[in-house]
Every structure is written in structure tokens, then in C-alpha cells.
């Protein structure tokens, strides 16, 4: 049985859905941000927050875990800098406990959810796993410590772990029966889409005097279902026990710039945008595009759908939503 910790989030859920075809699944999570609805229904789901011993006790006296998944960290870059106390609670401390809880019930493989942000603003066109790591705020700080903390328990404890850095996260799934849902919404995809059914005034786009091709900044995109792919040919490399410390890049390898994800929003939907030129957000990199090669040439993962794809699934499942 595969325990999913934050398994009712966006991406968390999505894997479950897939994971639940071949595995049993147990779900834990808060619901501070996600969505009971959104959990796979051949999923058992257990509320509660993953800095709960007496939960964590519970979930492992009573099942049979055999690996855990985490996406239970909170993630917005702003809040981190205004909240970095939230954020190192429940990012580092909590996930701590539930580290300790797994080597207390003798259970040694861990999926870990972590982020570009752990490589700041790097100066190459290319990010790959080697890379100098250097967060620039609390969030990719909290992600990165956690990281560190696997490296140091697998030499002193022999946890098994596999670290799944993911670039820009987007989509929703083929069925349009769970996408992508926050509060507040910070994601590029889904404020254009929100905005082209009528549900905000306009798309600001933030700094037009970059140093790439028509100005704007560039970003890998990588749909949630290609990240619930990568996820279980993790698991299964653990659980095989192919791999037992690794680290790996998850992105497309394309870079695409904000005007050209605007007017590919505009192409599958076939609205036009009202926009908004603003001033550039401070720490906002030009270009983070991902390296997946090593993923590739290991576990045989590469993403396979490609923006517009994205957008698409993305643009059915707003669609259906009640606003």
C-alpha cells in the first residue's frame, strides 16, 4: 500500500488517480488547500496534517505501507517571503515528523515533490541536475533543506528516496474531472483561462523588457498527468530497488514565453485577451527550462504532451467549473 500525503492537491491527486489503477492507496491530507472531491474513490482518505504523530501512528500501525509520496508542501513563492515561519513548519518540521514516522514503522522509500526553485536564478540555458542549487526564497530554501535531510538520513538510516524536481506544472485530466484549482490562483494557464470565461478583468503580464525573443519571460511547462507518469516510474524504481538516492529533473526541454502561452490559449479557445502590461516582478528569473535527460536515459520518462495539449485539457475541465 502507498501512502500519498497532500493526495486531495492538484498534482497530488492526479497521481493518485493513475496510482490507484495498479495500487492500493491511502491518502492524507489537510484539505487546507486541496479538495476532498478530487480524490480517487478507490483511494481510502484520512484527514488530517502530516504533522500529526498521533495520525501518522495510526496510518502505520493500521496499513501495510510500503512507500511514501509526498506533495504536502505549501508552494507559493510570495507567501513563503512574507510567511517563511508557515512555510518552514509545515515544508521542513512537519515533513520531519513524518520522516521520523516512517523510520519508527520501518518504511524506507520516499517520493519527494520538489521544485525549480531549489536553482534560483541559474545562468545557463539548460538546467540539469547538476546545476548549482541556490533558492532565492523561503519556498525553494524549504524544498531544498528537505533535500539535504534525505541525503543525510539515507547515510545514517538507509531511507531510500528519489527527489522529483518539477518546473511549471500544468493541465488537467483527460476525463475534465480534476484540474487545477486554487485560492488564490497564481498560475499563468489558469489565470488566462479564467480570464477568457469571463471571470477577471484582464491578464497582466509582468516585465516585457527580458532578454529573450519578444521579451517576456520563458518557462517549461509539463502536464500534471506526465508528472503522475514520472511519479509511479519512480515508485516502482524504489520499490524495485534500481535506485535508492537519486534526483531528477521534470520538465519538457521547451521553453515557451508568456505572449506565446497567451496566444495559445487564444488559439484553442478562440477568445481574445484583454492585457495588461505591468512592471517585472522582482526575482523573476527570464528563462528556467529543464533538462530531463537524465530521467530519460534511466527510468524512460520523457513528457509527451506538448502546450497545446495542455492548454486544451486545461481549457475542458475551466470550462466545467462553477465560478
Known amino acids: 500500500m502507498i501512502l500519498v500525503v497532500g493526495g486531495a492537491g492538484y498534482i497530488g491527486s492526479h497521481l493518485v488517480k493513475e496510482l490507484a489503477e495498479n495500487e492500493e492507496v491511502i491518502v492524507l491530507d489537510n484539505l487546507s488547500t486541496g479538495h476532498r472531491e478530487a480524490v480517487d474513490s478507490r483511494a481510502i482518505f484520512v484527514e488530517g496534517d502530516i504533522g500529526n504523530e498521533e495520525v501518522l501512528q495510526m496510518i502505520f500501525k493500521s496499513y501495510p505501507i510500503s512507500a511514501v509520496m509526498h506533495f504536502a508542501a505549501y508552494s507559493l513563492v510570495g507567501e513563503s ?16 515528523k513524518l520522516l521520523k514516522a516512517m523510520l519508527n514503522n520501518h518504511v524506507k522509500n520516499f517520493i519527494f515533490s520538489s521544485t525549480a526553485a531549489v536553482y534560483g536564478i541559474p545562468a545557463v540555458e539548460m538546467i540539469d541536475e547538476k546545476t548549482a542549487t541556490s533558492p532565492i526564497n523561503p519556498y525553494g530554501h524549504s524544498k531544498l533543506l528537505i533535500e539535504q535531510i534525505l541525503a543525510d538520513f539515507k547515510n545514517a538510516y538507509g531511507l531510500n528516496y528519489i527527489i522529483l524536481r518539477y518546473f ?42 527580458y532578454k529573450t525573443p519578444d521579451g517576456t519571460c520563458i518557462r517549461d511547462y509539463i502536464h500534471v498527468n506526465d508528472l503522475a507518469s514520472a511519479h509511479i516510474l519512480a515508485l516502482k524504481a524504489l520499490l524495485a530497488k534500481e535506485k535508492e538516492a537519486e534526483v531528477y529533473n521534470l520538465g519538457n526541454g521547451h521553453g515557451f514565453s508568456v505572449k506565446e502561452v497567451l496566444e495559445t490559449c487564444e488559439k484553442v479557445t478562440g477568445l481574445k485577451a484583454k492585457v ?23 527510468l524512460v520518462w520523457e513528457a509527451e504532451r506538448n502546450l497545446e495539449q495542455i492548454i486544451s485539457d486545461a481549457w475542458e475541465w475551466h470550462r466545467n467549473q462553477l465560478y
Open 168 to 209: 511549471n506544472a500544468a493541465g488537467a485530466h483527460e476525463s475534465a474531472k480534476i484540474g487545477e484549482s486554487h485560492n488564490p490562483e497564481t498560475h499563468l494557464i489558469p489565470i488566462i483561462l479564467q480570464h477568457l470565461l469571463g471571470h477577471r478583468d484582464k491578464v497582466s503580464i509582468f516585465g516585457s523588457d
Open 276 to 298: 495588461e502590461m505591468a512592471d517585472r516582478r522582482a526575482g523573476d528569473p527570464a528563462r528556467l527550462v529543464a533538462s530531463s535527460q537524465k530521467i530519460f536515459s534511466e
Open 81 to 96: 517571503v512574507i510567511d517563511p515561519l508557515k512555510y518552514y513548519e509545515n515544508n521542513v518540521a512537519s515533513t520531519l
